[in-house]
């Protein structure tokens, strides 16, 4: 069954110390060879718009330990402000933002969750 969160409930489990365990675990993870990641990867299109830019970004990665494997992405719309000198971005509109992680199996690639990523990414 598949675990569908919200951004209050990433908050209420996910502590700084508990997320500095994970990083450390998955780099030693990483050393042994047990442990990948794709790099982020960026596509940019051009809106009709002037200065407007639709973007899609999405990175990987899969934990042998944990036996699992996550997928996050995000799709916004950018565009510069303040001369360019200053980057906002949204989904849908200003002060919406769009990010989500699917969490698999690796064992039998059974989808476990669906996080939005916008507490966690901070």
């Given at each position: ?47 009709v ?48 933002y ?25």
């Amino acid at each position: 069954m598949v675990l569908f969160l919200n951004n209050n409930d990433v908050r209420k489990v996910l502590t700084v110390d508990l997320c500095m365990e994970a990083l450390e675990e998955i780099f030693i993870e990483f050393g042994e060879g047990n442990a990948v990641r794709k790099p982020r990867i960026d596509v940019a299109v051009p809106n009709v718009k002037p200065g407007l830019t639709y973007r899609y970004a999405s990175m990987e990665g899969a934990s042998r330990k944990y036996e699992t494997f996550a997928l996050r992405m995000y799709s916004n719309m950018t565009y510069d402000s303040f001369g360019g000198s200053r980057h906002e971005i949204y989904s849908v509109a200003p002060g919406t933002y769009l990010g989500l992680i699917f969490l698999f199996s690796i064992s039998n690639a059974e989808l476990l969750a669906v996080i939005p990523d916008g507490y966690l990414q901070h």
